[in-house]
């Protein structure tokens, strides 16, 4: 190694320590201090899945801020309904469409549609989900393919087709709805937990390839709670719902926007999943899997998942 290269390690290593040391600086003054929030009046704001659920508080939300909603569901009675919802909350425009976002030429045809009668959209909302409810030995392969085509896939698409205008203009903001079982394995949503395992890598990957290109003015937003109390989970029970507990929709829908707002890049909720992540991946696997049994991490969805109810969201 010569003289040149030990000089640039140690540049680097001091610019790193020294930027790292500043920004757990400010992390600490946003604990008293809160962030600005962004102003996303006039935003084009398309939201998969808003027929029902967090799809439909979210669209409230965003309505109340001035945004022009577009909503998307196979859902066209609660499509109607979010919208009629939306416009008394304030929304300047309102648009929906049916759209099956597990079919790659469906998205491609409905966001050309899209394109045509809105407008370029600059926060596009990754909601919709599906869960088999069912072990893995006992899932159908067909309810696995469609978990990981609305899950993951989905995303790919959506992805492609409204991203390359936010590049352009280096504006636009890319929200996931992912899921806690999207970080921890849990016990009985084997494939579920690998769509959400998926998700929020791919999230967190073009979220790092825009910061690579100079694109930082497209932000990223990985939304990671535990369950919602929305029937997507019915079943479902916490062991310690002090520290574990089923989630209230429209508290979610609050702090999902909020994280929007502040660019916030990870969301986790409850808080203590950001403890319990950490600690996921420090331990030895028999201390995780003691840990996952203390916390009750096995799930029985009773839950009769099919294709027509896969927008009936967390």
């Not at 066209?76 to 009629?84: I, L, S, V, Y």
């Not at 899209?114 to 909302?125: A, C, F, M, P, T």
Request: proline share 3%.
């Amino acid at each position: 190694m010569n003289y040149s290269s030990i000089m640039n390690f140690f540049l680097e290593t001091i610019q790193v320590l020294l930027l790292s040391l500043w920004y757990n600086v400010e992390s600490f003054i946003h604990i008293f201090v809160p962030k600005k929030k962004k102003n996303i009046a006039g935003e084009v704001v398309l939201i998969t899945g808003a027929g029902s659920g967090i799809g439909r508080l979210m669209a409230q939300e965003f309505a109340a801020r001035g945004t022009v909603l577009v909503l998307w569901d196979i859902n066209q009675d609660g499509m109607k309904e979010t919208a009629r919802l939306a416009k008394q909350s304030g929304a300047s425009r309102v648009h929906y469409y049916l759209c099956d976002c597990s079919d790659k030429n469906e998205v491609y045809r409905v966001a050309d549609q899209v394109k045509r009668e809105v407008g370029d959209v600059s926060i596009l909302v990754n909601n919709a989900g599906i869960v088999t409810g069912k072990k893995f030995m006992d899932a159908p392969d067909s309810l696995i393919e469609k978990t990981m085509e609305v899950n993951t896939m989905a995303h790919f698409w959506t992805y492609k087709a409204f991203l390359p205008a936010m590049i352009a203009n280096n504006h636009g903001h890319l929200v996931s709805i992912a899921s806690s079982a999207g970080l921890i394995g849990v016990n009985g949503l084997a494939d579920y937990c690998a769509s959400k395992f998926a998700a929020v890598g791919f999230a967190e990957s073009v979220g790092l390839e825009l910061l690579a290109t100079g694109k930082d003015g497209v932000k990223t937003t990985i939304v990671c709670p535990y369950f919602i109390n929305t029937g997507m989970f019915n079943g479902c029970q916490t062991k310690w719902p002090r520290l574990m507990p089923i989630l209230d929709p429209d508290y979610v829908a609050k702090k999902i926007i909020n994280a929007v707002l502040t660019d916030q890049v990870f969301l986790l909720m409850p808080k203590s999943m950001y403890l319990i992540t950490a600690l996921k991946n420090v331990v030895q696997w028999k201390q995780a899997s003691l840990l996952g049994s203390y916390l009750g991490s096995s799930v029985q969805v009773d839950c009769h998942t099919n294709t027509s109810l896969h927008y009936k969201l967390h």
